[in-house]
């Protein structure tokens, strides 16, 4: 039986991950390694509490002495990285948290898919490292990284991390840079479920600028599919864009006139907001590489934002909690200014 270290395990994509492989692969054990930061929670995995080829424990990657003691105790052959620091906006007014985690937390990973001989060490990375494209362009795997935020620059470190180990110790890595995911347990601070969310509030939904920023959304259980494809067929030290290729290309205004549909709602609920400082205006990924493996895309966009509207829909009970806490802060808003506190710190307040 393979056994998998899956770090970030409890978080978006990772989650729904760990899910779609126990479903999918009858001979594979998870061991699911997570931090439990605002954005991993335990909920998204407690389906799995009654499933013996499931195992749970919490920590941080960048502790190296407690992924040695998991990667040893459970016997594992494969880490595939998910564990990140991933809101952009979060990067903007704090970057530190982001460079231990997905930097050096990286580092840790590797060193120890090296040193205790692992058959692989797959990254989770991001089409934001290629930056922002002109119109008509795609981005291939041999294009410039060109990182815009702290988030996409400390993801493009880690890639070349993983490149680096390759090159200089035959590491066995593989890398996937995938575009905007959506669906089930997405934390909503992120645009698609903060929006589906606010609008079920009848509250208003923030939109950055004209709206004109152009994204390509991708339904996770494909993200999901391409990684269990790359685990199998991929070669080692490749790097394998995964894209859903929209047609035509998605602007941030066009998403959210569906999904201001989808709930039955106008367009008097936008509210256009100053737009986010380096805020990248288009993604977009060829991602022909990994379809010569024989994978594509199974959920359309208009399938996926309908399904993920109705988990929304189902599931109050998992995002209510959430944003009725402290925990999303001034991020849970768009706009931000810096004051002074007590102690004479600046600190970034709702504006």
């Known amino acids: 039986m393979q056994t998998i270290l899956v770090t970030g395990g409890a978080g978006f994509i990772g989650s729904n991950f760990v899910r779609y492989m126990l ?44 992924v040695e003691y998991v990667v040893k105790k459970y016997n594992v052959d494969t ?5 990140a620091e991933s809101h952009v906006d979060r990067s903007i007014h704090g970057g530190r ?6 930097v050096e937390g ?43 935020s702290v988030y996409s620059a400390t993801k493009a470190a880690a890639e070349m991390l993983v490149m680096a180990f390759k090159r200089t110790h035959d590491t066995p890595v593989t890398t996937t840079r995938c575009t905007n995911n959506y669906g089930p347990y997405h934390f909503p601070e992120k645009v698609i479920p903060l929006f589906i969310t606010n609008l079920m509030e009848d509250k208003k939904v923030p939109v950055y600028g004209d709206g004109g920023q152009v994204r390509d959304w991708l ?32 602007t941030n205004l066009e998403l959210t006139k569906t999904i201001l ?12 907001v100053e737009d986010r400082a380096g805020h990248d205006r288009r993604y977009a990924v060829e991602g022909s590489k990994i379809r010569e493996l024989g994978w594509k895309p199974a959920v359309s966009f208009d399938e996926g934002i309908a399904k993920t509207v109705q ?12 944003k009725e806490s402290k925990e999303l802060g001034s991020f849970f808003s768009v706009n931000y200014k810096i004051k002074q506190n007590e102690e004479g710190k600046a600190e970034a307040v709702r504006a």
């Not at 999901?224 to 859903?244: F, M, N, P, R």
């Not at 549909?261 to 256009?272: A, N, P, R, V």
Request: hydrophobic residues 35%; contains cysteine; glycine residues 6%.
């Open 23 to 66: 479903d999918t692969h009858k001979d594979i054990r998870i061991i699911n390694l997570d931090k439990l930061t605002y954005s991993g929670r335990i909920e998204n995995i407690e389906m799995h509490d009654t499933d013996d080829r499931h195992e749970f424990v919490q920590g941080d990657i960048a502790n190296k002495e407690l």
């Open 79 to 83: 880490i595939v990285n998910f564990a």
């Open 97 to 102: 948290e982001f460079v231990r985690t997905n």
């Open 106 to 148: 990286v580092q840790v990973l590797l060193e120890v898919t090296r040193d205790m001989g692992l058959e692989r060490f797959h990254q989770i990375s991001t089409d934001e490292v290629y930056g922002d494209l002109e119109a008509g362009g795609f981005a291939t795997e041999e294009s410039l990284l060109v990182p815009s």
């Open 219 to 250: 339904y996770v259980t494909d993200h999901c599919s391409a990684i269990d494809l790359v685990l199998q067929k991929g070669e080692l030290g490749e790097i394998y864009s995964v894209s859903a290729r929209n047609e035509p290309e998605i």
């Open 261 to 272: 549909k989808h709930l039955g709602k106008d367009e008097s609920y936008i509210q256009e």
């Open 311 to 322: 988990w929304y829909k189902d599931n109050e009970a998992w995002w209510r909690p959430i």
